[in-house]
């Protein structure tokens, strides 16, 4: 009998802008149009973070205060140019073309999770503990040793 391995997970880290939540932003495009493209720009995230062993389900993560708050997301799609369908939040207009990666997302029941369970792949460093110290805008994560969650799978 084969044992499967836990999925890797992929979190992306977001923040508010000029005022604009992306998350919910994102939420509202989901509500009205049943899926929505979130645009990435900065450091590609490499296609390793989309193969067999990486779960669809995302984390992304919005800084809310000190703390990051965790939104789970089914990725369905990754693309490098610009949906055709343009169901992206509309603050994206203002820097379309420095968006490099796009990747359809859907919405998934809420769900707790708490990132003291998430550690770095490369690293096993916490999570929680990387996001102090690291700049980068996604991290590839597992959970921690002995922590079981369906929802990664």
Sequence with gaps: M???????????????MDGVD??????KVIDKKGHCWFGKYGRLIGV???GKAVSKNIVIISKEGR????YLFRRSAVQRTIPE???Y?????????????WMKLRALPPYELDLADLQIVSSKMPL???LGQAMSGHFICELRAGIKNETFV
């Design 22 to 27: 992306p998350v919910e932003e994102i939420q």
């Design 89 to 101: 939040p509309l603050y994206y207009n203002e820097f379309l073309r420095r968006i490099s990666f």
């Design 67 to 70: 703390t990051y708050k965790p």
């Design 128 to 130: 929680r503990e990387m």
């Design 48 to 50: 390793k973070a989309f």
């Design 2 to 16: 084969k044992i499967e391995k836990p999925k890797k997970i992929l979190v992306i880290r977001v923040s508010k």
């Design 85 to 87: 369908d343009c169901c």
